[in-house]
């Protein structure tokens, strides 16, 4: 991985059982190279600014693995491990941590009770201890095997970084301040138009038929009459239902975070649908007026039910608002 490039020491120890572990700094780059300026730029700590190569030696072991380097870490700190020493039948999880300078020590802990501990050094913490064999997996005459993942507690003790990280809570993009710091922000609603006699109460109104619409499961009502056109949309309701995703469907929820009036019987809005599996944000919709009451398209339904394996059949769209794409036609209804 790190071929002839040069590499820079960051980390030299040698653990109390005999292990000799390492750390060097391997290439970097800058996120922002080739980004025109004033565009969106992600935080710098939203994807890696190089990668660390880490070396388990002693006892028998010789290894070498590579972990993510941050320029910034989220927080001040980052945390990795590496599965090293399989090769000589003793494996090993090798904790790296980025911590900032005022960082007195730094603790690991398993859930079975192994703990190593150690003062980091040049801003880095390595520590050490044992690993369960990786999984062998078998499929036809293919074979490979899959790291078992540690449970653990870190402890960050003193300085700015000061705090514990289980090893469910490693990835940050459950953490809202860190997604909406590397999502790009969402392209805008259309301008607004001509505004309905009573915008206020129009988009109460549309909101609530967002709300019942999304609501609907396990009754005889598939929600047609909250839309402009029913068509194909309680059999892809039914698909969903029989599907792999029915109960992350049943207990979706959508909520609109904006809306323009476009016209006084047309509304785009964006909205996000949060389900007990995953969060989609940003998706976009578009309500109608007929016959004195707001309906829903059968476009934004549909394309939501499609990502539950749902099919409504022909005729609908994905609802982008114009210029999200512009070198493409613009798509609606």
């Known amino acids: 991985m790190f071929g002839y490039e040069p590499v820079e020491p960051l980390f030299d120890r040698t ?12 290439q970097t780059w800058e996120q922002e190279q080739g980004v025109p300026e004033g565009e969106w730029r992600p935080a710098p700590w939203c994807y890696e600014s190089g990668q660390m ?28 491990w590496v599965t090293l020493g399989n090769p000589d039948g003793q494996p090993t999880w090798v904790f790296v941590v980025q911590v900032p300078t005022d960082t007195e020590n730094v603790v690991v802990t398993l859930e079975t009770g192994e703990t190593d501990a150690t003062a980091p050094q040049n801003g880095i913490a390595v520590l050490a201890v044992p690993g369960l064999a990786p999984t062998v997996v078998a499929e036809g005459p293919e074979r490979y095997w899959v790291d078992n993942a540690p449970v653990f507690s870190l402890e960050v003790q003193g300085g700015a970084a000061a705090g514990v990280v289980n090893s469910d809570g490693v990835g940050n993009w459950d953490d809202p301040e860190f997604r909406k710091a590397c999502t790009p922000p969402p392209p805008p609603l259309p301008a607004p138009g001509e505004q309905p ?134 798509l609606t209804d």
């Open 15 to 26: 653990t109390e059982s005999g292990f000799t572990l390492r750390a060097h700094l391997g």
């Open 197 to 330: 006699a009573d915008p206020a109460a129009s988009e109460a109104e549309i909101r609530d038929v967002m709300t019942r619409l999304y609501g609907i499961t396990g009754t005889d009502d598939d929600g047609s009459g909250l839309l402009d056109d029913p068509t194909g949309v309680a059999e892809a309701r039914q698909q969903v239902e029989e599907g792999g995703f029915a109960d992350d469907a049943a207990a979706a929820t959508a909520t609109i975070d904006e809306l323009v009036f476009t016209a006084p019987d047309e509304a785009w809005f964006r909205y996000s649908i949060d389900t007990p599996g995953i969060d989609f944000d940003n998706r976009y919709g578009i309500a109608v007026l007929v016959d004195g009451a707001w309906k829903i398209t059968r476009s934004t339904i549909c394309q939501d039910l499609s990502l539950a394996g749902g099919d409504c059949g022909p005729g609908w769209q994905q609802i982008y608002p114009p210029g999200a794409f512009p070198e493409e036609p613009f």
């Open 53 to 80: 190569r880490v070396a388990l030696g002693g006892n028998g072991v010789i290894d070498v693995g590579s972990v993510p380097w941050y320029r910034e870490p989220y927080q001040g700190r980052a945390v990795s």
